[in-house]
């Protein structure tokens, strides 16, 4: 049995629905981007803006397909990077962590 992590699409049209490889991850580690949200007030906000969606033929266990539990946000690359733990803008190498899942054949 395939396990189908959220998706997006239609119900209608099952070959348009795509799961979302970062849901792989525990909530707690599923985000991309941190800033200050000055609408809501909040101080480093953590979102996931950045995704890796999979077509249902990529959720078989045949031919080309997603690895298990691959779906990924690349946090420790990101954290290597940082020049004086990221404070300012120009210290970070980016202002999103990398995202990344594994296929197989």
Known sequence: MISRPASLGSAFQP???F????????AA???TAVFDDFVDNVKDKRMLLDHVLISPGLLTNQGLRKV????????????DHLANGGK????????????????AY
């Open 29 to 31: 580690q599923r985000y």
């Open 19 to 26: 799961a979302h490889a970062q849901h792989d991850l525990q």
């Open 88 to 103: 300012k803008r120009e210290d970070r190498p980016s202002d999103h962590r990398p995202v990344s899942v594994r296929l």
């Open 15 to 17: 070959e348009w629905v």
């Open 68 to 79: 298990p539990h691959s779906g990924t946000v690349h946090h420790g690359e990101y954290n």
